[in-house]
């Protein structure tokens, strides 16, 4: 879901932060049941195989130091984790739980136990149900939460050298993305076609992604964006937790790292940086034009793993534009884009547009002049 203002997605991240629950714990102290359950319909769905709407949940159960047992639904994002962690492949893993869950069972146990190691286990409180676990983390897992974001950066947009607008945000099951643009720093990349610089922030709080500052072009045109150059990236990883730092050291580890951040969010507004990336998408506008959209899109589809859906969508949009251009194959990407229903997946065909915009001259005569 798309937020479309700055006071929304704080009251979320706050929302979502008031819920949060950790807990580190010893693999010989959990065990895991399934639990099948079903399925609420929708009110015009028709479901005419009962089975379909079985649905399999996975209960991690760990004994607390004080002897009480802690219960958790595990998310199927967690429970990939998981499966990696015991070194057994997701799809079996999966396939256990539904046709043979005592298999499941003495699968998980037997590694837990044979191959023991602490986890960190990150989840949401549920207002007296069972709290549900987002994330299977190592024990050097570094927490880069959303709520500091909110705390240590969006006070520095005030701070910096010019005008800043809030574009929109995403907060997903796994990953958190602000985006503002910059609307004093634009310039066109042909007549009438102008961009605005900008920057977006990505972080994720279970594991699926590095947090990062990205630079970010918007095409006024049509409010696409493109996701351009990593200004700064970070992986959650540091220290086990508990082993010999002392709260001061941590304390001082963390300033370093958000004054780094903070100093890489101001570097973002680099006039040099917008003008070479300008450049390189002018550049675009020449060269090569595609001669068989239809072959081309096909080319594109295979370079960068597109639906059959998404690929019908570039192919219409480009055949709407009319641009035949690395320019128009660019922008009928970052313009599909805009209809795909998951946000994460806007964000990796964005940065397949700037990849476009950068491939070799090569590289884009063998997609526009597609056999």
């Known amino acids: 879901m798309v937020i479309q203002s700055l006071n929304s997605l704080i009251e979320r991240v706050m929302a979502e932060d008031a819920r949060k629950y950790d807990l580190l714990a010893d693999t010989r102290s959990m065990s895991v049941a399934v639990e099948e359950r079903t399925r609420t319909t929708g009110a015009h769905e028709i479901v005419r195989d009962p089975a379909k709407l079985k649905e399999h949940d996975v209960l991690l159960s760990i004994d607390g130091r004080a002897g009480g047992l802690e219960t958790f639904r595990l998310s199927d994002h967690a429970l990939g984790q998981m499966a990696t962690d015991l070194g057994i492949p997701k799809r079996y893993f999966d396939r256990m739980k539904v046709d043979a869950p005592d298999l499941f069972q003495v699968n998980a146990h037997h590694w837990?136990?044979?191959?023991?190691?602490?986890?960190?286990?990150?989840?949401?409180?549920?207002?007296?149900?069972?709290?549900?676990?987002?994330?299977?983390?190592?024990?050097?897992?570094?927490?880069?939460?959303?709520?500091?974001?909110?705390k240590k950066l969006l006070p520095e947009f005030d701070r910096l050298s010019t005008d800043v607008v809030f574009h929109n945000a995403s907060i997903s099951d796994e990953k958190f993305y602000l985006r503002a643009v910059f609307p004093k720093m634009e310039k066109e990349v042909k007549v009438g076609d102008p961009v605005q610089w900008g920057v977006q922030i990505k972080n994720s709080e279970v594991g699926a992604g590095q947090f990062s500052i990205d630079s970010f072009v918007m095409r006024l045109v049509c409010i696409n964006g493109l996701v351009v150059a990593k200004v700064m990236s970070a992986r959650h990883v540091g220290k086990r937790l508990g082993e010999h730092l002392s709260d001061e050291a941590i304390r001082a580890d963390d300033r370093a790292f958000w004054l780094a951040a903070r100093d890489e969010l101001r570097n973002a507004i680099s006039e040099t940086q917008f003008e070479t990336v300008v450049q390189t998408l002018r550049e675009t506008t020449e060269g090569a034009i595609i001669t068989a959209p239809i072959k081309a899109t096909e080319k594109l589809a295979s370079e960068f793993s597109l639906s059959d859906e998404e690929?019908?969508?570039?192919?219409?949009?480009?055949?709407?534009?009319?641009?035949?251009?690395?320019?128009?194959?660019?922008?009928?990407?970052?313009?599909?884009?805009?209809?795909?229903?998951?946000?994460?997946?806007?964000?990796?065909?964005?940065?397949?547009?700037?990849?476009?915009a950068t491939a070799s001259t090569r590289e884009w005569e063998r997609i526009a002049v597609a056999a």
């Open 112 to 150: 837990m136990a044979e191959e023991p190691s602490r986890r960190m286990i990150r989840a949401y409180t549920n207002d007296g149900s069972t709290p549900s676990a987002r994330a299977w983390l190592s024990d050097r897992y570094r927490r880069i939460d959303n709520i500091e974001i909110a």
């Open 311 to 356: 690929k019908e969508a570039v192919l219409t949009q480009l055949a709407s534009n009319g641009d035949m251009s690395r320019w128009g194959a660019l922008n009928a990407i970052t313009a599909a884009a805009q209809k795909v229903e998951s946000f994460d997946r806007r964000v990796e065909m964005e940065e397949m547009g700037w990849s476009l």
